[in-house]
């Protein structure tokens, strides 16, 4: 998702790379710099720069966190000291089991910090960074889909989020991505909906032989309809 999203968002706008190793931020970020300015050529007018994860956090406008279900916490409690309220933190974070074959949602286990097994992903990143606002987007949307820069992704967004102001950033940045739509679902405690579509999507997959099924939500009749 991580890389996807920011080869795409390198047409416009400038990259900063988090890892925990600057040799590794380096490298991932000259390797998708090449890929990006390949398929841009002159028209590419953004940038792709690595950095230590403390500095593109501390450095950056809109932190996207890409970041694996169980490595949320330890993470972020590492890198809060380094947001402030200013800052929009973009969660994209799904929780999920398989279990025979199929997916199935879940929450992220932080028991020892009280936080509630019943809150979502999203929920869970924004008792850990506030006051820094959280918004949730891009669950439902495949990696493998962003992370094909010759691929056509003509797919809704589903943002959810408290504060006006981030949701209204976050979907520019969903409409600066050519063909993604950006939707707005209401608060941030309805990421627990976008995030369970996500294990839905995979077992449709595997049961009825679909390749990265996502959305687009439709009127049921055209929008020049009247009565």
């Known amino acids: 998702m991580g890389r996807g ?17 600057f040799e590794k931020a380096q490298a991932t970020a000259k390797e998708l710099e090449k890929i990006a300015k ?31 279900p169980e490595a949320v916490v330890s993470s972020l409690e590492e890198l809060r000291k ?22 199935h949602y879940t929450t992220i286990s932080a028991k020892e910090l009280g936080i509630s097994e019943t809150l979502s992903a999203a929920q869970v990143i924004q008792y850990l960074v506030k006051p820094t606002p959280v918004v949730s987007a891009f669950q439902t949307i495949p990696a493998v889909y962003l992370s094909n820069i010759d691929s056509v992704v003509n797919l ?19 409409s600066d991505i050519s063909n993604l739509r950006p939707l707005r679902v209401g608060p941030l405690e309805n990421s627990k909906w976008i995030e369970s579509i996500t294990p839905l999507l995979l077992n449709a997959a595997v049961l009825n032989n679909l390749k990265e099924p996502s959305l687009r939500i439709v009127p049921w009749m055209p929008a020049s309809y009247s009565v």
């Open 5 to 21: 999203l920011t080869v795409r968002w390198a047409l416009k706008h400038s990259i900063l790379i988090g890892s925990r190793t």
């Open 38 to 68: 390949g398929f841009y050529q002159s028209e590419m007018k953004g940038s792709i720069v690595g950095k230590l994860n403390a500095d593109a956090v501390n450095e950056s406008e809109v932190i996207i966190v890409t970041l694996p």
């Open 82 to 103: 380094y947001m402030n309220p200013d800052q929009v933190v973009v969660s994209t974070v799904v929780a999920m089991k398989k279990k025979k074959g199929l997916f």
């Open 156 to 174: 809704d967004v589903l943002i959810a989020g408290d504060d006006a102001l981030s949701v209204n950033i976050v979907s520019k940045l969903v």
